[in-house]
């Protein structure tokens, strides 16, 4: 029954419609404003089940398929109505997150994602009216009955990256993220800028140095609402630490075991970057 949670990422498909024949076992990605629906178990929590969904009557719009897995659709949509449940608890994303387990947070996430997508797209950007989800097997988009405008899904990327020097990895203190303390630089992509252009500025707006042997790492959609974090690792090159002190309060160079004091494990390409070095330096 619960076998999904260990199953790969890979299998996910994304499909506008149901892929497969609807049964009671399908998962359902509910979400009650900014909080998923999930069903506690012994162990912990799970998604619900069609069956779940007629048994307690959960009244759902904005139904679409967001993948399938093992023959199973994988669907998404928002709770309508009140629902008094013992078996039921609500939970945002960063809990789910919180929790651990991977493979969970990225169905919650794609959920999320495809909600807040309709709900910032309600109407056309062109004219206004109303828009519709397109009728499509194979494209997740709105349409705009009356002029034909056509919304896809938008992500807004952001750069992640860990500078070193010698021996060193720079940490900074954002004042926008207290819990997290000490974390690498990270910044959203303006205009008609490269990645690596970003990586070089965000470093020098932030800290005051530059950064050279700019080198991707990976990437991990990061739905706070839509972004999608691109990782890599740069050099320092030349420059003091000069924290900006809007964003950023405190900038330092930390050895292996000053890193590890102040780094807390978990799956964000931020903490993945963090091993990298630790595992590297
Ligand atoms: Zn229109």
Redesign the pocket.
């Known amino acids: 029954m619960e076998d999904y949670f260990v199953a790969e990422k890979t299998a996910i498909k994304p499909s506008p419609k149901r892929l497969h024949k609807e049964c009671d076992e399908d998962i359902w990605i509910l979400f009650k404003g900014n909080k998923a629906v999930l069903f506690i178990t012994q162990g912990g929590y799970r998604f619900p089940r069609l069956g779940d969904i007629k048994r307690i009557n959960i009244e759902i719009s904005n139904i679409q398929c967001i993948g399938e897995l093992k023959g199973l659709n994988i669907m998404c949509g928002e709770v309508e109505n009140e629902i008094e449940n013992s078996e039921i608890a609500y939970m945002d994303l960063m809990a789910i997150a919180n929790m651990g387990n991977e493979f969970m947070y990225t169905l919650a996430s794609k959920g999320s994602l495809f909600l807040n997508w309709l709900k910032l797209n309600k109407h ?1 950007g ?4 109303k828009n519709h989800i397109k009728d499509s097997y194979t494209e997740r988009a709105l349409v ?1 009955p ?4 056509i919304t896809w899904p938008r992500t807004s990327p952001a750069v992640i990256v860990a500078v070193t020097k010698e021996d060193k990895l720079l940490l900074v203190y954002n004042k926008q993220f207290p819990e997290r303390k000490y974390s690498v630089i990270a910044g959203f992509v303006e205009y008609g800028e490269t990645f690596e252009e970003c990586v070089k500025r965000e470093v020098y707006e932030e800290t005051g140095i530059r950064v050279k042997n700019i080198r991707y790492f990976g990437s991990q959609p990061w739905p706070f609402p839509n972004s999608m974090m691109v990782g890599f690792t740069a050099e320092y090159m030349e420059g003091e630490l000069r924290p900006d002190g809007e964003e950023i309060l405190f900038a330092g160079w930390f050895s292996k075991d000053e890193v590890r004091q102040k780094y807390r494990e978990s799956f964000s390409i931020g903490s993945k970057l963090i091993e990298w070095f630790l595992n590297n330096y």
């Open positions: 056309c062109v004219c206004g009216a705009c009356k002029c034909g405008n």
